[in-house]
Nanobody, 129 residues
């Protein structure tokens, strides 16, 4: 049974940083394309970042490039999202997701939630002004 568990969320002041973790069981993160999404109150879920299963290529939402960094520790079977220079607009529930190995090769739009088969329960990030 696949399980994705996010952690690391919390309350932080504007300008601060947080690192989110997504620990997987039942799958190997090195072979799955892993992604982060977020959903703010009253808004649709949006893509944050992804890291391809076939290597280390990463993808980011254009608006978040330079502030957020996605990474993966294969030994710990865990994915991370380092978030810097946070603003109140980053307040949301952050979800990790996993796309099956067939999406690790070829051209795919990793910003689409439909690519991912497995989702975590989410972790709340609140940025105060």
């Amino acid at each position: 049974q696949v399980q994705l568990v996010e952690s690391g969320g919390g309350l932080v002041q504007a300008g601060g940083s947080l690192r989110l973790s997504c620990t997987a069981s039942g799958l190997t993160v090195s072979t799955y394309t892993m992604g982060w999404f977020r959903q703010a109150p009253g808004k649709e879920r949006e893509f944050v970042a992804a890291i391809r299963g076939s290597g280390t290529r990463t993808y980011y939402a254009d608006s978040l490039k330079g502030r957020f960094t996605i990474s993966r520790d294969n030994a710990k079977n865990t994915m991370y999202l380092q978030m810097n220079s946070l603003t109140p607009e980053d307040t949301a529930v952050y979800y990790c997701a996993a796309a099956p190995p067939r999406y690790a090769y070829g051209r795919h739009d990793y910003s689409q939630g439909s690519v991912y088969d497995y989702w975590g329960q989410g972790t709340q990030v609140t940025v105060s002004s």
